[in-house]
């Protein structure tokens, strides 16, 4: 029996999260490994935008401090637990976006993208200067979550760093298997269709405005739930989670492995995790370093690592 692309998919991620701590020399491996959980979650929101629907955006980062201010905010001022803040985050992410994604969305090229970076910058000086809110630069706490307790209490004593590996890659399977059945759906393929080409795809029956709004409006919960994971994962938050660089790394991040596969940019928000965590032996010219290799990736691997990669192996097995 084959399995279809999906199941293997989130298979070889599933087994890829599991097996890796038996080589783990240290729990600050774990550490790094929730980390790229965390920005894998919000990469793949960005493949559902760019990768399926061909839109870009460059103020994503801004969801993402929504999500992570809810989960500070709303325990201490409305009294919710911190996982019913992170829902509420999503949902408020979701409501903005909706709000948002119906003017910007209307623009293209490099207007869409400055206009999304407007939107992130936004809400970056927002959580900055509202200090008696937000802590402002300073940052503030985040209550703990509480789920290792419960766990603890049934016989599953995990340590933080394990706990917080194990939970979001969880959540990060449970995201990629939304993002790949999307991409099968009815939705999908429409959201498809339009990054081929909106005149093509709004002669046929596209309702174009709609399914761009649609993929907005999801990526833009992707960044929330990925905001709420760092700062619960943390206990502390700054508006650093909202800010202009932040959202460049996410792109990057979905382009460097492949916009269009969800594999893909799980790849991408691996490598640029870890990377500058290898690159340390080259000190200050760790950055130079850096960007040497994202350049070189992207001028002999357009499409990204996974996806030329994957049609190089089919190249050579035909």
Not at 86 to 103: D, E, K, N, T, Y
Request: proline share 3%; net charge positive.
């Amino acid at each position: 029996m084959r399995l279809s692309s999906k199941a293997t998919t989130l298979l070889l991620l599933a087994a890829v999260i599991a097996i890796a701590p038996v080589f783990f020399p240290s729990s600050y491996y774990f550490r790094v490994g929730s980390l790229i959980f965390v920005n894998g979650l919000a990469v793949t929101g960005l493949v559902i935008l760019i990768g399926y629907a061909g839109q870009i955006s460059l103020g994503h980062a801004g969801f993402a401090g929504i999500g992570a201010y809810a989960c500070a905010l709303a325990p201490v001022h409305l009294g919710l637990h911190p996982a019913l803040a992170a829902v509420l985050g999503a949902a408020l992410s979701a409501a903005i976006a909706f709000l948002v994604g119906r003017p910007i969305l209307r623009l293209k090229g490099y207007y869409l993208a400055v206009a999304s970076l407007g939107f992130g910058i936004l809400v970056s000086m927002v959580l900055s200067n509202e200090a008696q809110l937000t802590g402002g630069p300073d940052g503030m706490a985040v209550p703990e979550l509480g789920l290792r307790a419960v766990l603890k209490a049934i016989g599953i004593d995990l340590s933080n760093t394990e706990f917080w590996y194990a939970f979001s890659g969880l959540v990060l399977v449970v995201g990629a298997w939304l993002a790949l059945n999307l991409y099968h759906s009815p939705t999908g393929r429409a959201l498809r269709a339009l990054h081929g080409s909106e005149v093509a795809a709004r002669t046929v029956g596209v309702d174009v405005a709609h399914y761009k709004l649609v993929a907005f409006v999801l990526s833009a919960v992707y960044a929330s739930v990925s905001g709420s994971l760092l700062a619960l994962q943390n206990k502390f938050i700054t508006p650093d989670v909202a800010g202009f660089m932040h959202s460049i790394e996410m792109v990057t991040m979905a382009v460097l492995g492949g916009a269009g596969s969800v594999l893909g940019a799980i790849l991408g928000a691996a490598i640029l995790t870890t990377l500058p965590q290898v690159l340390t032996v080259f000190q200050e010219y760790e950055q130079l370093m850096l960007g040497l290799v994202m350049m070189l990736v992207m001028i002999f691997m357009r499409e990204g690592l996974l996806p030329s990669i994957a049609r190089r192996i089919r190249g050579r097995a035909e």
